[in-house]
């Protein structure tokens, strides 16, 4: 089935290490993106890449870092992690297309939940 | 600057009940509006989408919205709920046609069925 694949689906972290979130889809979107979810918050997008090669800061971005090498994979890096980066991420991707962009549908990954301790 | 305001942060109902799921959103240029559903410990999926023409948008599952104008509003509907229904649900905004899927979330509301 098409779509999104994340891993880890949970993981615990001590404060201070460093953790890649990996995020792969098969639909050959240009567009992915990482978004945190906390609760009361909704999602906060964190990184985006619009085609491969290519990334930009959202509206969270501290912390975080992102690399683009290929079209399909979009891997999160947390350098050293806090405990305020305890959340569940998500990963997405949409289909640049053709005209507007703001209109593209999102295709969302399950999740990747994160403890920092 | 965009954003996106959900009124009621929980909802519960009755099965077989109406429910109104209520958005308003605030933007100084047009605007692309969503409605995102998130099933327990599921990522997002769409549920619907207003992108111009008619105001009033059918989704998937039985729910619509209406786009208001000059109320700054998206309320999602649906005249009989389910159990399955039971989710989180997002209003989303993206205004001015900009970068790819840089959009405001709403906070989310949970709907809650009760049998």
């Known amino acids: 089935i098409a779509g999104i694949t994340q891993a880890p689906t949970s993981q615990i972290l001590a404060a201070g290490r460093r953790m890649t979130l990996r995020c792969t889809q098969d639909?050959?979107?240009?567009?992915m993106y990482w978004y945190r979810q906390d609760l009361g918050l909704g999602l906060r997008l964190i990184h985006y890449?619009?085609?491969?090669?290519?990334?930009g800061k959202g509206e969270v971005p501290d912390g975080y870092s992102v690399s683009r090498a290929n079209t399909d994979d979009f891997p999160l890096t947390l350098a050293s992690a806090v405990p305020s980066q305890t959340s569940v991420y998500f990963c997405?991707?949409?289909?640049?297309?053709?005209?507007?962009?703001?209109?593209?549908?999102?295709?969302f990954g399950a999740g990747s939940r994160l403890t920092v301790l | 600057a965009q954003s996106v305001t959900q009124l009621d942060s929980q909802v519960p109902v009755f099965e077989e009940a109406p429910v109104e799921l209520r958005c308003n959103y605030s933007?100084?240029?047009?605007?692309?509006l969503f409605w995102y559903v998130q099933y327990p410990n599921q990522g997002l999926q769409l549920l619907l989408k207003?992108?111009?023409?008619?105001?009033l948008v059918k989704g998937i599952n039985g729910f619509e919205a209406e786009f208001n104008k000059s109320q700054t509003s998206f309320h999602l509907r649906k005249p009989s709920v389910h159990i399955s229904d039971t989710a989180e649900y997002f209003c989303?905004?993206?205004?001015?046609?900009?970068?790819?899927?840089?959009?405001?979330f709403g906070q989310g509301t949970i709907l809650t069925v009760h049998p």
């Open positions: 997405a991707s949409s289909d640049s297309g053709q005209g507007s962009s703001g209109a593209n549908v999102l295709t």
């Open positions: 639909m050959r979107h240009n567009a």
């Open positions: 890449s619009n085609t491969a090669g290519t990334t």
């Open positions: 933007s100084s240029v047009s605007v692309y």
């Open positions: 207003y992108l111009s023409g008619s105001t």
């Open positions: 989303v905004i993206n205004a001015g046609g900009t970068s790819y899927g840089k959009l405001t």
